[in-house]
Nanobody, 123 residues
């Protein structure tokens, strides 16, 4: 069982930048960030696999960057030019196997989930 702990939830103004972190208690093959806004379904934001393949949802392309520090078992999400529509609970998730697929996500599905961290963007 891998534990995932997110950190970096924040409340910032539109146009600002912020970075989320997720520390895993063990190694995972594929990891990603998901988010769920009030009244909406959860959606994939970005994912990265062991081979360095990355996928983003269209709405964050060019603004968000996902990265992983393998030595620290930590996943990051750098968010730039934040918009009010980015307001959501952000979740870190990981898979025991698989590769990145469009969505984005991991081909074998997500096996582990963090508890989430809130990002609130004001206009």
């Amino acid at each position: 069982q891998v534990q995932l702990v997110e950190s970096g939830g924040t409340s910032v103004q539109a146009g600002g930048s912020h970075r989320l972190s997720c520390t895993a208690s063990g190694y995972t093959y594929c990891m990603g960030w998901f988010r769920q806004a009030p009244g909406k379904e959860r959606e994939g934001v970005a994912a990265v696999d062991y081979g360095g393949r990355i996928s983003y949802t269209d709405s964050v392309k060019g603004r968000f960057t996902i990265s992983k520090d393998t030595d620290k078992n930590t996943l990051y999400l750098q968010m730039n030019n934040l918009k009010p529509e980015d307001t959501a609970m952000y979740y870190c998730a990981a898979s025991r196997g698989g590769t990145v697929v469009p969505g984005p996500g991991c081909s074998s599905g997500m096996d582990y989930w963090g508890k989430g961290t809130l990002v609130s963007i004001s206009s």
